[in-house]
């Protein structure tokens, strides 16, 4: 994964969650398959990310809301995107 990009057709966007009530919920773009790695580690737990933003949400255990949603907290560092079905070395999303 060398080369940098920060937009285009084939690098996830900026901001995407999995949860279908979020306004930056995108299911053509999971259906995909996203991978992330934060803070130089490939996470496969994550909720909700911001690359400009520079966090991830994950799940915090077990633990549900009062409305039965996972409850989440905000990481900050360093945050990669990009699509798995595109294989070996794809266009990576990062902040420049």
């Not at 799940?59 to 900050?76: E, F, H, M, S």
Request: with cysteine; proline share 9%; aromatic share 8%.
């Amino acid at each position: 994964m060398t080369e940098e990009t920060l937009s285009g057709p084939d690098v996830p966007p900026d901001h995407l969650a999995i949860n279908p009530r979020s306004p930056f919920f995108d299911a053509e773009k999971l259906r995909r398959g996203v991978g992330i790695r934060f803070k130089g580690t490939v996470r496969k737990n994550v909720e909700e990310y911001c690359i400009s933003e520079g966090w991830v949400r994950v799940q915090a255990g077990k633990t549900l809301d009062r409305l039965g949603n996972p409850l989440t907290i905000k990481l900050t560092g360093p945050v990669e995107a990009w699509y798995e079905d595109l294989g070996e070395d794809p266009p990576v999303a990062k902040k420049g």
